[in-house]
């Protein structure tokens, strides 16, 4: 819903300086600038894209209100809309041929696959700034996840392994949101072999996790609020492995404040922030047929696991 026009004063010198640093389209950097994070990075918003480009004459401000979003999610394809954003390749990635989430229903087998006991809604805090929402996407909206990831995933942006200029790869097929992650070059935008710019995070998405961090607040006032400018993608097939590590690659002002980091896999919500912002945590094993069976029905999600975790640089 948008909020009535309003004078901007001090927000909206601010806004105009970020755009004159950092240019139009720029608004998570902007906003996360340490110059400008004490007038706009309390803001709970978003700056509405119009026709693909922030016009500074037409900005609308849009406030998150609910973990449903599934209204917002007929939007056409937007992969071509990016184009490369420097003209060098990178050489320590190879081209690889398209990884698909979904497999075909003709080969795909269902035995073993249970409807989950309990689906309820819950929450549990595991610690310090540490807040575990269980089932708290509907299967409709887990759904619309699978779908956009999938989308996304196979085009010329989408799923690789990524790994070291040795050769070793990484046990998982990873994309990005909003800027360029990988295991060498960390946050370089220049990884991508293709010389290509990462999507920026869909829009949807960055109202979930608002509003998951909201009501995590809820059970812990101690975790801090964040703009998601980053999703990392990572899919785990069923011999998929990710040893113990700290996510700790986001700019030094994001890792001192303790901004959270929102992960999301099956209908579930981690989050983990403030005294707990430097947990270690991987993937030891997968369980088989541990996704929910209406879930695997509808999206025809291959076996595995699909982890989406969201930060702010």
Avoid at 139 to 153: A, H, L, M, P, R
Avoid at 197 to 205: G, I, N, S, T
Avoid at 231 to 246: A, M, S, V
Avoid at 255 to 283: A, C, E, Q, T
């Amino acid at each position: 819903m948008c909020v009535p026009k309003m004078k901007w004063s001090s927000e909206e010198a601010a806004l105009n300086a970020g755009i004159s640093k950092y240019g139009l389209s720029k608004w998570s950097k902007i906003r996360g600038a340490v110059e400008f994070a004490k007038v706009l990075g309390k803001r709970s918003m978003m700056i509405k894209r119009i026709h693909g480009m922030m016009k500074p004459h037409s900005l609308m401000l849009v406030r998150y209100a609910s973990a449903s979003f599934r209204n917002s999610w007929n939007e056409k394809s937007l992969h071509d809309k990016y184009k490369p954003n420097h003209k060098t390749p990178a050489n320590d990635l190879n081209q690889t041929k398209p990884f698909s989430l979904i497999l075909p229903r003709t080969t795909y087998s269902l035995s073993g696959i249970k409807t989950p006991e309990n689906s309820e809604s819950s929450c549990e805090v595991l610690g310090p700034g540490m807040v575990l929402l269980k089932n708290y996407i509907n299967i409709s909206d887990q759904v619309k996840i699978v779908n956009t990831c999938q989308e996304f995933g196979m085009g010329p942006r989408g799923f690789y392994q990524p790994g070291y200029k040795g050769g070793a790869k990484l046990n998982l097929h990873m994309m990005c949101f909003g800027r360029n992650w990988d295991p060498q070059t960390k946050y370089d935008s220049y990884y991508r072999s293709d010389g290509s710019q990462a999507p920026p995070v869909p829009d949807q998405l960055i109202s979930l996790v608002e509003s998951s961090i909201q009501d995590s607040q809820a059970h812990d006032d101690k975790i801090p609020s964040m703009y998601p400018d980053i999703c990392i993608i990572n899919f785990y097939t069923t011999t998929g492995r990710l040893g113990l590590h700290q996510d700790r690659d986001e700019s030094q002002n994001s890792l001192n404040r303790g901004l959270p980091v929102v992960s999301i896999s099956i209908g579930d919500v981690l989050i983990f922030g403030g005294k707990s912002r430097h947990i270690y945590h991987g993937m030891k094993t997968i369980v088989p047929n541990s996704a929910p069976l209406p879930l695997v029905q509808q999206s025809m999600l291959r076996p595995g696991r699909l982890n989406l975790t969201f930060r702010q640089y």
